[in-house]
């Protein structure tokens, strides 16, 4: 049992305890936004787990001793218990049930979107073979790259960005994604179109910059 932990969570007041936790579970959606669910769904994760559980057993391990803590090397819990969610989270999405059958978020066009239609994901079946295996394996990749691109060139428009972890998350018609990120469905539609725009920066940036793909997939070829 860490005590030192214990203690300091001991002398936060109720309020300041909840504030931490909430802003916990704000870092844990954010980081596992970046990940690659099989589930499709950034707060929804495999093993039954979901992001407010990976918060608890974060809060568990340290408090347990299992993730030791050392105020004196690293005096902000918080920050600590960050580190602790990263490493959770990651180790999940490492996971062969997360890995052998993974649905990767695609925005699709905007122009889909403007009428209504679902913002699709395909599903990568179990491979077969190894060469199968590869080639679904890089348009992972490809995928992830192209989505981090797009999140990049879209990281001065708050709204667009908004509708991205939106459509992530499963929000796919304009009614439902004004409400989920609590704008009107007129600046959804003027949002769209932007996305247009920056989904296009984002394949000339994909197609202008080949290595992107090792660097962001972790991918090396032989």
Known sequence: MNEEARTTLAQL????LQQ???A????ALSVSSRLHWRTGNARELPGGETVDSIVSLAFTKVLTGERRWDPHQA??????????IDSLLNHLAEKKENTL???MPRVGDAHEAHMGQAVTAWHAQPPRDPET???QQEEVQHQACMLQLLLEVSCDDPVVTALIRAMQD????PG???????IPVTDVYKALKRLDRKMVRARQRLQTTPSALDHKGGHTHA
């Open 13 to 16: 007041s109720d309020e300041a």
């Open 101 to 103: 059958l993974t649905t």
């Open 176 to 182: 439902d994604l004004a409400t989920t990120v609590g």
């Open 170 to 173: 499963g929000h796919e018609r």
């Open 20 to 22: 931490m936790i909430l």
């Open 75 to 84: 005096p902000d819990l918080q920050k600590y218990l960050m580190t602790v």
């Open 133 to 135: 295996a590869l080639l």
């Open 24 to 27: 916990l579970g704000r870092y």
